[in-house]
């Protein structure tokens, strides 16, 4: 049975402070990891892809990931109140199997 | 704009009753998807085409039916056999199976009266 899992939150962090959600995953073979933000009652948008180890930075948010120890994060850096949403963390294989979803972290950036 | 379009965004259906959700994409992707999304749970694949005339079931394709008969569109009916329908119902694609990144549509929302 293949895994994401990540804290359900809320996590809650002041205006300006860094965000930090966090997702491990069971598959060792798994090599696509998308990190989506869904506001209520919205469809996801992607907002980072990471397929090598280490960081991948874009903007105000960076993707680390280590395949070693079976783990993703996004941080987003200085957070605002437009943050606030549920983060989706999604692994797949590139041999065809299906994308896993873990069941999100509720963000609240507080004013 | 390239993008998936789903309709309707709300839908109310009686039980014992079938309903056909709609989408359709411009990305000239060839594989779609159908996930179902309940409150504080991650998405569930429901079934997915990767080809005109094909599509395999997921991990939740009970009480559900799709077909793909033309590239842009993949409609799935929730059937009276679905014994709890009530969800956000999403549809994406990537341009291969499973590669790339999900582009969703804007979902559809099923409520059994």
């Known amino acids: 049975q293949k895994e994401v899992e990540q804290n359900s939150g809320p996590l809650s962090v002041p205006e300006g402070a860094i965000a930090s959600l966090n997702c491990t995953y069971s598959d060792r073979g798994s090599q696509s990891f998308f990190w989506y933000r869904q506001y209520s009652g919205k469809s996801p948008e992607l907002i980072m892809s990471i397929y090598s180890n280490g960081d991948k930075e874009d903007g105000r948010f960076t993707a680390q990931l280590n395949k070693a120890s079976q783990y993703v994060s996004l941080l987003i850096r200085d957070s605002q109140p437009s943050d606030s949403a549920t983060y989706l963390c999604a692994v797949n294989l590139f041999y065809g199997q299906n994308f896993v979803f873990g069941p999100g972290t509720r963000l609240s950036v507080l004013p | 704009d390239g993008g998936i379009t789903q309709s309707p965004k709300y839908l109310f259906r009686k039980e014992g009753q079938n309903v056909t959700l709609s989408c359709e994409q411009n990305?000239?992707?060839?594989?779609m998807y159908w996930y179902r999304q309940d409150p504080g749970q991650g998405l569930r694949l429901i079934y997915y085409s990767q080809i005109v005339n094909d599509f395999q079931k997921g991990d939740i394709a009970e009480g559900y039916s799709v077909s793909r008969e033309k590239k842009e569109s993949f409609p799935l009916t929730v059937t009276s056999a679905q014994k709890n329908p009530t969800a956000f119902y999403l549809c994406?694609?990537?341009?291969?199976?499973?590669?790339?990144?999900?582009?969703f549509g804007e979902g559809s929302r099923l409520t059994v009266l």
């Open positions: 990305l000239n992707h060839d594989a």
């Open positions: 994406a694609s990537t341009p291969g199976l499973n590669t790339g990144e999900l582009f």
